[in-house]
């Protein structure tokens, strides 16, 4: 079973900006996919975005696309999220999860809440 780690969450400002990481460990050598999803309370949970780990594509979401960047360090097995002029309406908890070729999720990790002060 993977397993995955996020952090770097916290309070932030609108229009500031903050880095999420998701550590990976276990058989990540089977991972197609790491992908961001959010949740507010009361909320569905919400896809933010994904990585192809093999050809390094990235596909966002509209409601971040041009604010939000998705990047990895394959020596430590992590992804992050480059969070920028973020918004109130971004508070949320933050989770990773690992995706097959189908999108199919596997594991899912702890979260990290983020949230943006008005």
């Known amino acids: 079973q993977v397993q995955l780690v996020e952090s770097g969450g916290g309070v932030v400002e609108a229009g500031g900006s903050l880095r999420l990481s998701c550590a990976a460990s276990g058989p990540t050598f089977s991972i197609w996919y790491l992908a961001w999803f959010r949740q507010a309370p009361g909320k569905e949970r919400e896809f933010v975005g994904r990585l192809n780990l093999n050809t390094n594509h990235t596909y966002l979401a509209g409601s971040v696309k041009g604010r939000f960047t998705i990047s990895r360090d394959n020596a430590k097995n992590t992804m992050y999220l480059q969070m920028s002029s973020l918004k109130p309406e971004d508070t949320a908890v933050y989770y990773c999860?690992?995706?097959?070729?189908?999108?199919?999720?596997?594991?899912w990790g702890q979260g990290t809440q983020v949230t943006v002060s008005a």
């Open positions: 999860a690992d995706q097959g070729r189908t999108f199919v999720i596997n594991s």
